[in-house]
């Protein structure tokens, strides 16, 4: 299993800032995610962050709006740049442990965004 | 992109009533979970379960791969089963990352 912080825990921004959001793992981890809930909705994936690459971002998505860093192993931000108020939501880490099979994900407790 | 269909999409029972849950996928995977998030947004894994049937306490789960649906069944319900479950597939041909459906609202009362 795998042991995942996110910071901050929740935040209030005023439209037109940006907000970087930091998620921890406690062991190394090869398969980043990261995932946007909004109000109410499922969960959707935002991009795949892997060590050493660039980002791989879903259809909708873009990195100018959500640029993603993966400096090592362990650790991974997302920028939530030039917010408006639909991008009030809740931002989830998660990990896939195995690099060489799939098997469980395990999510951060999410990162709540509330947006002016 | 493959479509996840959950039903009901809302349920609510009294504290010892059974449930079972319904996930129906439009393509074929290779990973297939199920989450309950609780009143306070933390996501749990209950089941790595792409085929077969696992158990784990009150809570069972069985994939049926070849005809595209899981079930997850709940017995004698507490309140603290309470929140939203979450079945989220991966597709055979799309790495690691997951698709999620709707969700089931589920309320349990005591």
Known sequence: ?116 | GIQVEQSPPDLILQEGANSTLRCNFSDSVNNLQWFHQNPWGQLINLFYIPSGTKQNGRLSATTVATERYSLLYISSSQTTDSGVYFCAVGPSNSGYALNFGKGTSLLVTP
């Open chain 1, 1 to 116: 299993s795998a042991v995942i912080s996110q910071k901050p825990s929740r935040d209030i921004c005023q439209r037109g800032t940006s907000l970087t959001i930091q998620c921890q793992v406690d062991s190394q981890v090869t398969m980043m995610f990261w995932y946007r809930q909004q109000p109410g909705q499922s969960l959707t994936l935002i991009a795949t962050a892997n060590q050493g690459s660039e980002a791989t971002y879903e259809s909708g998505f873009v990195i100018d709006k959500f640029p993603i860093s993966r400096p090592n192993l362990t650790f991974s931000t997302l920028t939530v740049s030039n917010m408006s108020p639909e991008d009030s939501s809740i931002y989830l880490c998660s990990v896939s442990p195995s690099a060489v099979s799939q098997e469980t994900q395990y999510f951060g407790p999410g990162t709540r965004l509330l947006v002016l």
